[in-house]
């Protein structure tokens, strides 16, 4: 797994449609190497969109998405797929399917019909289940896991799919917040082992914990990127939610936590309150 | 925690496979599926020569087996031979064509009631395929027409469905109402001719494995193997349409291009089943079905469903031909009156969480 | 021209019914002249349209009063019967896409029809009973089928258990038709569904059936209406949803039944002509079963004329024209960005 310094994933003004309508029009972007990225952005932002395009599920009307500066849609389909690997957000996997038959089927890419199972298919199976914590799980059938299990033998599937680039659709959405924690500290450990991780997240608080790296993203625009101090600020909130609120650090990691939450255009009092919310917020950064 | 690549010095196949390794290449063999498959062939031998003894001169199982060698005597011989073992052949190709054809609609669609029978395959087929054989139209052969009738219904629905797998419904219900054009024109095709070519052209409407042109029945069986042996080989990919088309794309497979080539074997094979056999469509749903049950719903069971089907079609020429001796109830109608309570059945019990 | 264009614009819900129904009244009623006009015999136009004031020869009228009245007015009731079969189908089921042909009522009764020619009856003496019963148990069957385990509202499987209904029915009926060639004969034609050789005779034999059914119908219109919100509401009003089903059904089966052993099964009338209802004033059931009763006649009728006109000198058959323009209308509304429910 290589992390060169160069970024390994960017987009040359695309424009993303569905159907006729616009969602992304000639956006710019480039994902930092070996860190985690997390898009965020309130609901029809286009963040989902962005990822699916990135990822060639969602073809681009124009423009291009370069992969280690080459074209993706240019690369054979199976070349791509031993460079980076996605989990989208629904995922169905077969009837009567075991953790380690889904883990398998991550290895499809670096398959062919006469070279079936190698020495590194075993491998990188039995990493994945010792990476994503699911050793003593492996031969339980998937229907029977927790949602957090469940969740982790999908990001195993894609570790063992062994790819520098790993792309996460809101990889929590529907976990409680145990189960939240267990998947994020999953990818943590994915990147500190050298992988870049671009996921959206729903949950700002989650996203400012978790991510070196932050991507705001508004009306299929990016409004502000950089890291969660830099991003998350009362300003880009306002502009992103249309919501005021104050900021505090979170006393261990210094993230930013967002508190006193309220909408901006409730009455004159909160928006005359602003400036020194600000103020406050500055102080506690 | 530590992450490191665990390397242990043998290599071990996963669990419930055989693993052939050469220098060049290593097969995965799935034993489960070995046996099942063997297992599935020797029941189908032992119906065919079952099939094979009975009629208007029924023969006992050894006397079956000898003539088929080139033994016993020449009336033997020629009853087995020459009158009823093209007859099994045939029956088998469709079967395994039928069979084959409906799994793979049934990964397309993600959706076990999407075969090619009830998406109206078989009736685009059948209605093409009268039009030849009561002179409308060009003059083409049956098998040119049924593949002719059988691919433009298929592309119809797709460009009906959305040209997506992932909304079966709409898929099914496009394919429902070609279907049903479809048999409307055969009749008013057939209401149109005179009433005796009409007789003609009943029994055949229905599906049957009677009086079926000779020098086809071995054009069929290249085509059943050559069907089975490509989709075996594509296998592998095909299973992944068990996901969504996101994971496909992410694992290096184009979704539309998977969902093509399944398609496009699945319309050869029913245009020219329905060409030799008449639009016999449930055992694409009942042999995959059986497929599946004995596969537990473990991955792809190509294979199995061939055998299934052609198992299937087999018996139900089989009892067809005895049930009501002297009067020989076509091999569709058989299938109907079995296949479409097993339907039913399917659509009242409790769904599962997945349709597949 | 102002009150045209405001009366398109408008919501389907909210324009006057009276003004709907009225103007396709004369439509209908325009296509029942076209078809007592037209059509098979050697009678022109003019030479009808004389007849038709006591004028004209003896063989003008006989063309006209006893094979083309009968083919007219048995068109408008099996219209009538068919659109509002369908109607009441779909509001019960709540599931565009419930059509008796479709869900296997057709397939019943044609079953039904069969074994009773093998039975020693010819088509045209045929107990209408027969067809009513077998109607009556494949629209049961189906219905139960599906209410079994709560499918009632996904119109696939609705429709998928019809057509499963349909292939077993319809492969019954061909081994019983290998018994008998002649039962074979007579049955080939009807088949295909066809309003063209009807004797008045017929239709007075169903009439008793159709007032049972309108009666029926009346009765529920309200509490179906109430249905639409939800059973609890029903409730609530103090309907039963059960037993009103069951009257639908019943309704259903009478209606389909007598329609399918007058005129053969005809395929989606059903489905189109409550379709077209809706799209003119919005999916109340009330206005919706008011609008069928032009809208019916108008799909039957027009066929038929088409059928008459298309393969001259010979005829196409009915069943084979509607199918032709229902699958079309099936398509449509699967097409639609989202399935609509009638919830």
């Given at each position: 797994m290589s992390s060169s310094t160069q970024a390994p994933l960017g987009t040359q003004s695309i424009t993303l449609k569905h159907d006729d309508h616009v969602i992304i029009d000639g956006l710019d972007v480039t994902f930092p190497a070996g860190k985690v990225t997390a898009i965020v952005g309130p609901n029809g932002c286009g963040k989902s969109t962005l990822l699916n395009g990135l990822s060639r599920v969602h073809l681009p009307s124009s423009g291009h998405i370069l992969l280690n500066g080459k074209d993706i849609h240019s690369m054979p389909a199976k070349q791509v797929a031993k460079k980076l690997a996605l989990l989208p957000q629904e995922t169905s996997a077969p009837d009567g399917i075991t953790v380690r038959e889904l883990i398998r089927f991550g290895r499809h890419p670096h398959q062919s019909l006469f070279k079936q199972w190698g020495m590194d298919d075993r491998t990188a199976i039995e990493f994945a289940l010792q990476a994503a914590n699911l050793e003593s799980l492996g031969d339980r059938l998937l229907d029977t896991l927790s949602g957090g299990q469940r969740q982790r033998a999908w990001i195993a599937m894609s570790i063992a799919q062994e790819t520098p680039l790993l792309l996460l659709d809101e990889p929590t959405s529907a976990l409680d917040l145990g189960h939240q924690i267990e998947v994020f500290d999953l990818i943590r450990e994915l990147a500190a082992a050298g992988k870049t991780i671009i996921m959206v997240v729903h949950d700002l608080a989650m996203a400012a914990r978790y991510a070196d790296h932050l991507i705001a993203m508004k009306g299929g625009e990016i409004v502000a990127q950089g890291s969660p101090k830099q991003v998350i600020t009362p300003e880009i909130l306002e502009s992103l939610y249309g919501v005021h609120c104050d900021l505090l650090a979170d006393?261990?990691?210094?993230a930013p936590i967002l508190v006193?939450?309220?909408?901006?255009?409730?009455?004159g009092a909160s928006k005359a309150a602003a400036p020194s919310d600000k103020k406050q917020a500055e102080l506690a950064l | 925690m530590s992450l490191s690549h665990s390397s242990s010095a043998q290599l071990t196949p996963p669990s419930g496979y055989w693993l052939l390794r050469s220098k060049h290449m290593s097969l995965l063999l799935d034993r489960q599926a070995i046996r099942r498959n063997i297992l599935l062939s020797v029941a189908l031998l032992l119906i065919g020569i079952l099939s094979l003894g009975v009629g208007t001169l029924s023969l006992s199982p050894k006397e079956v087996v000898l003539a088929l060698i080139g033994q016993g005597d020449s009336m033997t011989q020629f009853v087995v031979n020459e009158l009823r073992l093209n007859r099994l052949l045939a029956g088998i190709y469709t079967g395994a064509a039928f069979s084959i054809a409906g799994c793979l609609m049934q990964t397309v669609a993600r959706n076990?009631?999407?075969t090619p029978g009830i998406i109206g395959i078989d009736n685009a087929a059948m209605a093409f395929a009268v039009a030849s054989v009561v002179g409308v139209g060009i003059g083409l052969a049956p098998s040119a027409m049924a593949l002719t009738g059988a691919a433009s219904a298929t592309a119809l629905a797709f460009i009906i469905g959305g040209g997506s797998g992932t909304r079966g419904y709409r898929f099914i219900v496009a394919g429902l109402a070609i279907g049903s054009v479809s048999a409307a024109v055969s009749q008013l095709l057939l209401s149109q001719v005179h009433i005796d070519t009409a007789n003609e052209a009943y029994p055949w409407t229905v599906g049957?494995?009677?009086?079926?042109?000779?020098?086809q029945i071995p054009w069929m069986g290249w085509i059943t193997l050559v069907g089975m042996v490509v989709s075996i080989f594509l296998c592998q990919r095909f299973?992944?349409?068990?996901?969504s088309d996101s994971v496909m794309t992410a694992l290096g497979r184009t979704p539309n291009r998977l969902r093509f080539s399944a398609v496009a074997i699945s319309v050869v094979l029913t245009g020219f089943a329905v060409a030799l056999a008449g639009p016999v469509g449930l055992v694409a749903l009942v042999g995959p079905e059986m497929a599946r049950t004995f596969a537990k719903h473990r991955g792809l069971p190509l294979v199995s469903s061939a055998l299934c089907g052609a198992i299937v079609m087999v018996l139900a020429d089989f009892a067809g031909r005895t049930l009501l001796s002297p009067i020989e109830i076509p091999v569709g109608v058989v299938t109907a009156v079995v296949g479409g309570p097993y339907l039913l059945w399917i659509l009242i019990r409790k769904p599962k969480r997945s349709t597949l | 021209m102002h009150f045209a264009t405001s009366f398109w614009q408008r919501a389907p819900s909210q324009r006057p019914l009276v003004v709907c129904f009225c103007l396709v009244s004369v439509l209908t009623i325009g296509c029942a002249l076209l078809s007592l006009l037209i059509g098979a015999g050697a009678v022109d136009i003019t030479e009808s349209w004389s007849t038709l004031w006591g004028q004209g020869n003896e063989e003008a009228h006989f063309v006209i009063m006893e094979l083309r009245l009968p083919r007219t007015l048995v068109g408008l009731v099996v219209g009538i019967a068919l659109g509002i079969s369908g109607a009441l189908m779909q509001a019960v089921a709540r599931n565009p896409l419930a059509e008796p042909g479709l869900l296997g009522v057709s397939a019943g009764a044609s079953f039904a029809v069969a074994a009773a020619l093998i039975l020693g009856a010819s088509a045209a003496t045929l107990a209408m009973g027969v067809a009513q019963l077998g109607a009556l148990a494949g629209c049961f069957f189906v219905m139960i089928a599906a209410r079994l385990q709560g499918q009632f509202k996904d119109p696939v499987r609705l429709v998928l258990a019809g057509a499963a209904l349909t292939s077993l029915l319809t492969a019954l009926t061909s081994i019983l038709l290998m018994y008998d060639q002649r039962a074979a004969d007579e049955i080939r034609f009807w088949v295909t569904g066809s309003v063209a050789g009807r004797h008045l005779s017929n239709l007075v034999t169903v009439l008793p059936y159709f007032a049972i059914a309108a009666a029926i119908t009346l009765y529920v219109s309200k509490p179906l209406a109430s249905m639409a919100l939800g059973e609890k509401v029903a409730l609530g009003l103090g309907h039963n949803p059960r037993t009103i089903r069951y009257l639908v059904m019943l309704a259903v089966a009478l209606f389909a039944g007598s329609a399918t052993a007058i005129a053969g099964p005809i395929m989606f009338v059903g489905l189109v002509v409550p379709f077209a209802a809706r799209a003119l004033v919005g999916p109340d059931i009330r206005r919706t079963m008011i609008m069928c009763l032009p809208i019916g006649p108008l799909m039957i009728i027009g066929a038929d004329i088409l059928t008459r006109m298309i393969a001259q000198p010979a005829e196409m058959p009915l069943g084979v024209l509607t199918a032709m323009v229902g699958a079309p209308v099936l398509m449509l509304i699967v097409r639609a960005k989202r399935l609509p429910t009638l919830a």
């Amino acid at each position: 797994m290589s992390s060169s310094t160069q970024a390994p994933l960017g987009t040359q003004s695309i424009t993303l449609k569905h159907d006729d309508h616009v969602i992304i029009d000639g956006l710019d972007v480039t994902f930092p190497a070996g860190k985690v990225t997390a898009i965020v952005g309130p609901n029809g932002c286009g963040k989902s969109t962005l990822l699916n395009g990135l990822s060639r599920v969602h073809l681009p009307s124009s423009g291009h998405i370069l992969l280690n500066g080459k074209d993706i849609h240019s690369m054979p389909a199976k070349q791509v797929a031993k460079k980076l690997a996605l989990l989208p957000q629904e995922t169905s996997a077969p009837d009567g399917i075991t953790v380690r038959e889904l883990i398998r089927f991550g290895r499809h890419p670096h398959q062919s019909l006469f070279k079936q199972w190698g020495m590194d298919d075993r491998t990188a199976i039995e990493f994945a289940l010792q990476a994503a914590n699911l050793e003593s799980l492996g031969d339980r059938l998937l229907d029977t896991l927790s949602g957090g299990q469940r969740q982790r033998a999908w990001i195993a599937m894609s570790i063992a799919q062994e790819t520098p680039l790993l792309l996460l659709d809101e990889p929590t959405s529907a976990l409680d917040l145990g189960h939240q924690i267990e998947v994020f500290d999953l990818i943590r450990e994915l990147a500190a082992a050298g992988k870049t991780i671009i996921m959206v997240v729903h949950d700002l608080a989650m996203a400012a914990r978790y991510a070196d790296h932050l991507i705001a993203m508004k009306g299929g625009e990016i409004v502000a990127q950089g890291s969660p101090k830099q991003v998350i600020t009362p300003e880009i909130l306002e502009s992103l939610y249309g919501v005021h609120c104050d900021l505090l650090a979170d006393p261990h990691t210094g993230a930013p936590i967002l508190v006193n939450v309220r909408r901006a255009h409730d009455s004159g009092a909160s928006k005359a309150a602003a400036p020194s919310d600000k103020k406050q917020a500055e102080l506690a950064l | 925690m530590s992450l490191s690549h665990s390397s242990s010095a043998q290599l071990t196949p996963p669990s419930g496979y055989w693993l052939l390794r050469s220098k060049h290449m290593s097969l995965l063999l799935d034993r489960q599926a070995i046996r099942r498959n063997i297992l599935l062939s020797v029941a189908l031998l032992l119906i065919g020569i079952l099939s094979l003894g009975v009629g208007t001169l029924s023969l006992s199982p050894k006397e079956v087996v000898l003539a088929l060698i080139g033994q016993g005597d020449s009336m033997t011989q020629f009853v087995v031979n020459e009158l009823r073992l093209n007859r099994l052949l045939a029956g088998i190709y469709t079967g395994a064509a039928f069979s084959i054809a409906g799994c793979l609609m049934q990964t397309v669609a993600r959706n076990r009631l999407a075969t090619p029978g009830i998406i109206g395959i078989d009736n685009a087929a059948m209605a093409f395929a009268v039009a030849s054989v009561v002179g409308v139209g060009i003059g083409l052969a049956p098998s040119a027409m049924a593949l002719t009738g059988a691919a433009s219904a298929t592309a119809l629905a797709f460009i009906i469905g959305g040209g997506s797998g992932t909304r079966g419904y709409r898929f099914i219900v496009a394919g429902l109402a070609i279907g049903s054009v479809s048999a409307a024109v055969s009749q008013l095709l057939l209401s149109q001719v005179h009433i005796d070519t009409a007789n003609e052209a009943y029994p055949w409407t229905v599906g049957s494995l009677s009086a079926r042109p000779e020098e086809q029945i071995p054009w069929m069986g290249w085509i059943t193997l050559v069907g089975m042996v490509v989709s075996i080989f594509l296998c592998q990919r095909f299973q992944l349409m068990a996901f969504s088309d996101s994971v496909m794309t992410a694992l290096g497979r184009t979704p539309n291009r998977l969902r093509f080539s399944a398609v496009a074997i699945s319309v050869v094979l029913t245009g020219f089943a329905v060409a030799l056999a008449g639009p016999v469509g449930l055992v694409a749903l009942v042999g995959p079905e059986m497929a599946r049950t004995f596969a537990k719903h473990r991955g792809l069971p190509l294979v199995s469903s061939a055998l299934c089907g052609a198992i299937v079609m087999v018996l139900a020429d089989f009892a067809g031909r005895t049930l009501l001796s002297p009067i020989e109830i076509p091999v569709g109608v058989v299938t109907a009156v079995v296949g479409g309570p097993y339907l039913l059945w399917i659509l009242i019990r409790k769904p599962k969480r997945s349709t597949l | 021209m102002h009150f045209a264009t405001s009366f398109w614009q408008r919501a389907p819900s909210q324009r006057p019914l009276v003004v709907c129904f009225c103007l396709v009244s004369v439509l209908t009623i325009g296509c029942a002249l076209l078809s007592l006009l037209i059509g098979a015999g050697a009678v022109d136009i003019t030479e009808s349209w004389s007849t038709l004031w006591g004028q004209g020869n003896e063989e003008a009228h006989f063309v006209i009063m006893e094979l083309r009245l009968p083919r007219t007015l048995v068109g408008l009731v099996v219209g009538i019967a068919l659109g509002i079969s369908g109607a009441l189908m779909q509001a019960v089921a709540r599931n565009p896409l419930a059509e008796p042909g479709l869900l296997g009522v057709s397939a019943g009764a044609s079953f039904a029809v069969a074994a009773a020619l093998i039975l020693g009856a010819s088509a045209a003496t045929l107990a209408m009973g027969v067809a009513q019963l077998g109607a009556l148990a494949g629209c049961f069957f189906v219905m139960i089928a599906a209410r079994l385990q709560g499918q009632f509202k996904d119109p696939v499987r609705l429709v998928l258990a019809g057509a499963a209904l349909t292939s077993l029915l319809t492969a019954l009926t061909s081994i019983l038709l290998m018994y008998d060639q002649r039962a074979a004969d007579e049955i080939r034609f009807w088949v295909t569904g066809s309003v063209a050789g009807r004797h008045l005779s017929n239709l007075v034999t169903v009439l008793p059936y159709f007032a049972i059914a309108a009666a029926i119908t009346l009765y529920v219109s309200k509490p179906l209406a109430s249905m639409a919100l939800g059973e609890k509401v029903a409730l609530g009003l103090g309907h039963n949803p059960r037993t009103i089903r069951y009257l639908v059904m019943l309704a259903v089966a009478l209606f389909a039944g007598s329609a399918t052993a007058i005129a053969g099964p005809i395929m989606f009338v059903g489905l189109v002509v409550p379709f077209a209802a809706r799209a003119l004033v919005g999916p109340d059931i009330r206005r919706t079963m008011i609008m069928c009763l032009p809208i019916g006649p108008l799909m039957i009728i027009g066929a038929d004329i088409l059928t008459r006109m298309i393969a001259q000198p010979a005829e196409m058959p009915l069943g084979v024209l509607t199918a032709m323009v229902g699958a079309p209308v099936l398509m449509l509304i699967v097409r639609a960005k989202r399935l609509p429910t009638l919830a």
